[in-house]
């Protein structure tokens, strides 16, 4: 198994910027991607970010390209998402996601608010 916490949403004005982290635990040696995901609500979950582990190739919602950036620390098996110029619209539970041969699903954390105040 593996075990995804996510931290660091809040409320933030719009034009503001934060970093979300996303620590996993387990069976950590199995992850082969990590990645973001998000949910507003009324909303079906959308894709965010995502990142190789091995290689560190990135791709990105056209909705965040050019303001999100995701990367990684692969010895403290962390992900993070760099959020600058946040949009009320980008308002929502953001989730940590991780894929494994493990789990076909993938793994997914408990979610962190984030709110964006116009």
């Known amino acids: 198994q593996v075990q995804l916490v996510e931290s660091g949403g809040g409320l933030v004005q719009a034009g503001g910027s934060l970093r979300l982290s996303c620590a996993a635990s387990?069976?950590?040696?199995?992850?082969?991607?990590m990645g973001w995901f998000r949910q507003a609500p009324g909303k079906e979950r959308e894709f965010v970010a995502a990142?190789?582990?091995?290689?560190?190739?990135?791709n990105y919602a056209d909705s965040v390209k050019g303001r999100f950036t995701i990367s990684r620390d692969s010895p403290k098996n962390t992900v993070y998402l760099q959020m600058n110029s946040l949009k009320p619209e980008d308002t929502a539970v953001y989730y940590c996601?991780?894929?494994?041969?493990?789990?076909?699903?993938?793994?997914w954390g408990q979610g962190t608010q984030v709110t964006v105040s116009s």
């Open positions: 996601n991780a894929q494994s041969p493990f789990n076909e699903y993938g793994y």
């Open positions: 387990g069976r950590t040696f199995s992850i082969y991607r």
């Open positions: 990142i190789s582990w091995s290689g560190g190739s990135t």
